[in-house]
């Protein structure tokens, strides 16, 4: 992104791209807990196991995302029906910091960390 373009968005004549934003803070965070992992001892097969787990929960969450578009066409109820796609989005999540939370204890354990 040009100079201009930053400039423009800082001073709101342009708005800022939310989805970037967030990709980049998402990256940030996986490379925070890369970091994190190498300092403590895991090697870099421990971290791909675990960077796995994130790659998979949100290729599953990005296809529940999919399901949503075109959903307030047609629809009484807009949120009742992307309830059950914001629904399982949360699932996910959750089971990702679990599997997480899992694996590193699981790697962690086997290298009597």
Avoid: C, W, Y
Wanted: glycine letters at 4%.
């Amino acid at each position: 992104m040009g100079i201009f373009q930053r400039l423009a968005e800082k001073l709101g004549i342009i708005p800022e791209n939310r989805t970037k934003k967030i990709n980049e803070e998402r990256e940030n965070q996986k490379n925070i807990m890369i970091t994190n992992l190498l300092n403590i001892g895991f090697s870099e097969e421990d971290v791909k196991e675990v960077i796995e787990i994130i790659v998979k929960a949100e290729k599953d969450i990005q296809e529940q995302k999919d399901l949503l578009i075109g959903t307030n066409i047609n629809v009484d109820d807009v949120n009742l029906a992307m309830k059950p796609s914001f629904d399982e989005i949360r699932r996910l999540q959750q089971k990702m910091a679990l599997d997480i939370r899992t694996k590193i204890a699981e790697i962690k354990q086997r290298k009597g960390i």
